[in-house]
């Protein structure tokens, strides 16, 4: 049998502390708590986080797990349309209601930060044939204002963007799913290079030079489908694990985390820039889901359809952690 000293390189040292900063696979003894510990990777989970003010899905989110911003979506609690226009704030405890979205509507896509986001397209639900929805929204922390809208109207769409002036929109539905690509400058959407595949009911991460664009409708075809954005052109990578649309995402084009999708599933995959990998479920699986999260260490997942409609919110935390192999 192999000895740690020969696989590691190291003894097991007895100290009196824990190291300060010690190399993940390091075992050592603490004499003080007498306790076998070790430094090892944590695929991460998720934990329960505080609920939004409204139950809602086919909702847009942005920001960071502890500075996210959640808006627009469907609100079964309200009179027909059921669409929302409600903007709540997250600070890593709690959310906080703010100024409501010019104009209420479902199946919007999202990007940015919590003080420098934008909300494109949409569901209109108005009863006319106008319902496909084109408009944009910038927010500055404080209020939404409306700016000019995407080249092509669409529902079920994707996004990815650091901020309110620099994003990109994919996909989407309308007559058929849709591969359009659409870039923003602050001022305009301009419209560059497709998705290889169509698709709606995707997801999104990343930014406007360094996207990511997985899962979706029609499904199978399309469902587990990756592709990496580059600025210019979209390239087709790993699939995810399996099939999803009314998924979720957080992250970047490199680090990124899948979570919940139809079947209102809890499942959730880790992306490492070339392979998607299975990590542990969301507490409540749904879809249609708000997200926010700069990685796949790091991720905020809020709302959706469990079914019913729900205000849960999740937080997932992975990263190599000190951990108790066993006790003296």
Known sequence: ???????????????????????????????????????INDPGSWSTGGSLNTARYDLAGAGTQTAA???????????????TGATETYDGTSWTEVNDLNTVRRFLAGTGTQTAALAFGGFLDTGTPAELFAGTESWNGTNWTEVNDLN???????????????????????TAPYGNTESWNGTNWTEVNDLNSARQLL??????????????????????KTESWNGTNWTEVNDLGTAKYRLSGAGTQTSALKFGGNLYTAATESWNGTN?????????????????????????????????????????????????????
């Open 1 to 39: 049998m192999s000895e740690y000293k020969g696989i590691k390189g190291l003894t097991i040292q007895e100290v009196a502390s824990d190291p300060p900063a010690p190399l993940e696979g390091q075992v050592w003894y603490n004499t003080t708590t007498s306790a076998l510990k070790g430094y």
């Open 69 to 83: 911003l959640a808006f627009g979506g469907r609100n079964p609690a309200l009179s027909p349309p059921p669409n």
């Open 152 to 174: 092509t109207a669409r529902e079920q769409l994707a996004g990815a963007g650091a901020n309110n002036t620099s994003a990109i929109a994919f996909g989407g539905a309308g």
């Open 203 to 224: 997801a999104g991460v990343g930014t406007q030079t360094a996207g990511l664009a997985f899962g979706g409708l029609p499904n199978p075809t399309n469902g587990a």
């Open 276 to 328: 998607w990998t299975e990590v542990n479920d969301l507490n409540t699986g749904r879809a249609d889901m708000g997200q926010a999260g700069t990685n796949n260490t790091s991720a905020l997942a809020f709302g959706g359809f469990a079914p019913p409609a729900t205000a849960a919110t999740e937080e997932f935390t992975a990263g190599v952690a000190t951990k108790t192999l066993s006790t003296g």
